[in-house]
């Protein structure tokens, strides 16, 4: 167990329609990143939030935002989803000195059909 | 950026020492090597993280030359639980504009 917790575990959607990931990091950890995992494709960085303020930026597409509250857990939303936005969605966390380990969350299986 | 890359599989039979290489040609000055092990459907868990020279830890070695532009994770006396993919992460520490990379992943297989 990473620490890390993920819901839902599962989704199940519609295209067009819009979700909420949650994530709520390691306890004292105060990044957080997104990732997304097609099938059997590697994993592609979205986002990263450190203490409420976005950090770093992948290659997240514009449906697709974040956010990091005061409490530190995050949320991603993704709208007008499209068939090929099913994937496994991963929230990472990691503490603020380098070198910083990441630990990841069991993940969000999304599936739109 | 540091853009990664791992041979795609590797075989190899239990008790062996496994070697995994990852080029990052473009590596910066601040860019730490980390490395990730993913078994299916579960996220990746952090096996080991270098900065320069060797790094051991209780369940593997990296080995990073002077010139920092490969990395080699070296897994010691494999068993058949060591089947899975895995990355090669390089980022920087600290960078507003910085950007993750993971490598595309070797799938490794142990073989009885």
């Known amino acids: 167990d990473s620490g890390v917790t993920q819901t839902p575990k599962h989704l199940i959607t519609a295209t067009g329609q819009r979700v909420t990931l949650r994530c709520s990091p390691r306890s004292g950890d105060l990044s957080v990143y997104w990732y997304q995992q097609s099938l059997d494709q590697g994993l592609q960085f979205l986002i990263q939030y450190y203490n409420g303020e976005e950090r770093a930026k992948g290659n997240i597409l514009e449906r697709f935002s974040a956010q990091q509250f005061p409490d530190l857990h995050s949320e991603l939303n993704l709208s007008s989803l499209e068939l090929g936005d099913s994937a496994l969605y991963f929230c990472a966390s990691s503490a603020t000195s380098p070198p910083y380990e990441q630990y990841f969350g069991p993940g969000t299986r999304l599936t739109v059909t | 950026l540091a853009k990664t890359t791992q041979p795609i599989s590797m075989d190899s039979y239990e008790g062996q020492e496994v070697n995994i290489t990852c080029s990052h040609n473009n590596i910066a000055t601040n860019d730490y090597i980390t490395w990730y092990q993913q078994f299916p459907s579960q996220g990746p868990r952090f096996i080991i993280q270098?900065?320069?020279t060797k790094v051991t830890n209780e369940v593997a070695s990296l080995f990073i030359p002077a010139d920092r532009k490969s990395s080699t994770l070296s897994l010691p006396r494999v068993s058949l639980s060591d089947t899975a993919v895995y990355y090669c992460?390089?980022?920087?520490?600290?960078?507003?504009?910085?950007?993750?990379?993971f490598g595309s992943g070797t799938r490794l297989s142990i073989r009885p």
């Open positions: 270098g900065y320069k």
């Open positions: 992460l390089v980022a920087i520490a600290y960078s507003s504009a910085s950007k993750i990379i």
